[in-house]
């Protein structure tokens, strides 16, 4: 085990607060399977770096000589920063494991899957704080109790973002809720050494700017402040690579793939996203768009619809925020649309002084709203009133003087009765209108009632709020029905065409900008409507070619409407690996068998696209049909006899035997255990995967 050079070995002074040294220690690790290393000092976290396409397994012995079980090294990968940014260009290469608190201990044991070149384990040393951060009372009007950064015990003089300051996002646009993947084993005064530990690991280990999430909130319910920057601003974190500029991040602390969220931390977590998104004049019931900056499941620009309150795994294939807290998402979002009404969502101010300036919002409830306008020195100079759900009040600023006015949009009663208002300025220069990012999905259109292709959503994005209305025109420009009229806000935002009963052929979908009295913006995009292609499908999306008779092939079902040039294209990673079918066809059902191999070989175990093109007298028809080919059988480890414990790699069928009985189990990819075998003198297990690949029998 190499210790590294001084500059990645640190230790530095802790804030007052604290009773002893915080300390991050790294060091390169024997890339040998099995090896355990004892770590330089005894530690509270690690997290493990490495190179290769390989994973890694680990777990670590406590100070009384137990272990911990086995541990995935990286279960939520993509807790990261955006591609291309400067936090996420300081660890080039390298994959960025989890931060798991372990408590006290001493020595570290590690397992590689496949091809691991480097390894490098970061060991953090957080201790306790001198006593549980206590805050008397919330920080701000409506806000929950928070501990701050400065009661947690953050060290600010490692932020790597104090000249520059922090990143801000326009505003808070969704909130995406997080498990952090390590221990539920801690205790209330643990919890500010936990945060404390993964800032240390994200910042001194990771090299990011600081913590990753904007908040952390424990199984008892204590929320602790993130990010620095501002609990009221948009402060962009690192948390979800793709989606971090205008999301909130909020991490649950401790694995919740089996436990349960604990009413404690569910009551919090509630009320935390309902002052959060309420800053926001966020509808937390609604669905927002979002352009994607990039990651392994959303290429950069492509446009994402999701729920205001989102679970990680929305944006990309992981278990976070683990199934538990997932599937009370959609009753948590209720609470949080439920707590502190009424409220003020989507507030749109259009127009400029010297001409008409509309206001206009959304309600939570129907209640009394008024608009108010004053001038420099706070004197109303225009106001507007109303009751219902929508607020819709235009002021008439024609003779208006030239200046700044402040606006403020109020609802309900006074006190608690009453909405937190909406303001703003009026009368400073104006964002320039612009529309970008056009497109209709898919380009062609295939109305066939399948399910395939039947719709079209239109996407755009908007640089400043206007009123927008978007038109269909055939290939002669001849208008035939306005799709969509109304106010939109800046940022992105996408519209569902469900009912395309256009004939086939080029059309065009036109987006006008801004209002007849100021600046308007054109733009227009062509997509096309094509019918030849129908109901493609494969009759299985994954086979195992290693002729037992099980899934050894699969099957590429589709119809034609009418004759077209046919191909179907096997592509991995984005590159051709080969043709299994060219030829022109005419009208009927189509099936086209694929047994695993090209040319009389065998292709190599992975994931692919079968890519079906139909090219008629119109346009190329294009449909992509993931299919995955596995020969390999899952791993199957016991790791510890007396607790019948065992490890999978992949979520299997397990079958366990043992004197005349048996038990079979599905079970997700890790660790899972199988308690009638406890005391049991003789038994066989094995692991069945979804293609029917088996482990030889683990006997014991």
Wanted: aromatic share 8%; with cysteine.
């Amino acid at each position: 085990m190499k210790l590294l050079p001084a500059a990645l070995a640190v230790f530095f002074a802790a804030p007052a607060l604290a009773v002893a040294s915080p300390s991050v220690v790294a060091r390169d690790l024997n890339v040998r399977s099995g090896l355990v290393a004892q770590a330089p000092n005894a530690f509270d976290l690690v997290g493990l770096h490495w190179k290769g396409s390989g994973v890694v397994r680990f777990r670590t012995q406590r100070a009384d000589g137990t272990w911990s079980t086995w541990r995935l090294s990286a279960p939520e990968s993509d807790d990261l920063p955006d591609r291309n940014t400067a936090e996420a260009q300081r660890s080039p290469g390298w994959h960025l494991g989890n931060p798991f608190w372990v408590g006290r201990a001493e020595r570290i044991q590690y397992r590689l899957g496949g091809r691991v070149k480097r390894l490098r384990a970061f060991f953090v040393r957080s201790p306790l704080l001198g006593g549980t951060p206590q805050h008397v009372k919330p920080f701000a009007a409506n806000a929950p109790t928070i501990i701050t950064r400065a009661e947690w015990g953050a060290n600010e003089s490692i932020r790597r973002n104090r000249k520059k300051g922090p990143k801000f996002a326009d505003n808070v646009h969704l909130a995406i809720v997080h498990h952090t993947a390590g221990t539920n084993n801690y205790s209330r005064s643990q919890s500010a050494a936990i945060v404390r530990g993964i800032e240390l690991y994200h910042v001194l280990g990771n090299g990011w700017d600081d913590i990753g999430y904007n908040f952390l909130v424990d199984k008892y319910g204590q929320v602790f402040e993130g990010r620095y920057g501002g609990m009221e601003k948009a402060v962009v974190g690192a948390h979800a690579m793709g989606f971090n500029f205008g999301a909130v991040g909020v991490a649950l602390l401790g694995n919740y793939n089996g436990a349960g969220l604990t009413a404690a931390a569910r009551v919090s977590l509630v009320k935390l996203l309902a002052w959060r998104l309420d800053l926001a004049h966020l509808d937390p019931l609604s669905q927002v768009t979002r352009i994607s900056a990039g990651n392994p499941k959303y290429a950069k620009g492509t446009s994402v619809g999701l729920r205001a309150v989102s679970g990680h795994r929305d944006t990309y294939p992981t278990s976070c925020p683990g199934n538990s807290v997932y599937a009370q998402l959609p009753s948590i979002t209720r609470q949080i649309a439920a707590t502190g009404t009424p409220k003020i969502y989507s507030p749109v101010v259009i127009g400029a002084v010297g001409g008409s300036v509309r206001f206009t919002a959304r309600l939570s409830s129907g209640v009394p709203w008024t608009v108010t306008v004053v001038d420099s020195l706070g004197r109303t100079v225009a106001s507007g009133t109303g009751t219902s759900n929508n607020v819709d009040w235009t002021w008439d600023a024609s003779l208006t003087p030239v200046g700044v006015y402040r606006y403020t949009i109020a609802a309900g009663g006074v006190g608690t009765a009453a909405a937190r208002p909406a303001t703003g300025a009026i009368g400073q220069s104006l964002p320039s209108l612009a529309v970008t990012q056009l497109r209709v999905d898919p380009s062609v259109v295939s109305p066939n009632g399948d399910g395939v292709g039947d719709s079209a959503r239109i996407d755009y994005f908007l640089s400043a709020s206007a009123p927008v209305t978007l038109t269909l025109a055939d290939a002669a420009d001849h208008q035939l029905a306005t799709l969509f009229s109304g106010v939109a806000g800046p940022g992105s935002h996408s519209f569902v065409w469900n009912q395309v009963g256009v004939p086939d052929g080029r059309y065009s979908i036109t987006i006008l900008a801004g209002s007849t009295t100021g600046k308007r913006v054109t733009r227009k995009t062509t997509f096309y409507v094509d019918r030849t292609l129908a109901q493609p499908k494969l009759s299985a999306a994954a086979l195992s070619p290693n002729g037992d008779g099980l899934f050894d092939s699969t099957a590429l079902s589709f119809r034609l409407n009418a004759g077209a040039a046919v191909r179907v294209e096997l592509w991995r990673a984005q590159k051709l690996v080969g043709t299994l079918l060219a030829q022109t066809l005419g009208v009927g059902v189509v099936q086209v068998p694929w047994d695993g191999t090209l040319g009389g070989k065998r292709v190599a175990d992975g994931s692919y696209d079968l890519v079906l093109k139909v090219k008629d007298a119109l346009t190329t028809v294009t449909q992509k049909l993931p299919v995955v080919v596995d020969t390999t059988p899952p791993r199957l480890r016991l790791v510890s006899r007396a607790r019948a414990q065992f490890w999978t790699s992949e979520p299997a069928l397990v079958t366990a035997t043992w004197g005349t009985r048996r038990l079979t189990k599905h079970v997700r990819a890790g660790s899972f255990s199988l308690p009638s075998l406890r005391g049991a003198r003789h038994f066989s297990v094995t692991a069945t995967d979804a293609v029917g690949n088996k482990t030889p029998a683990l006997r014991g």
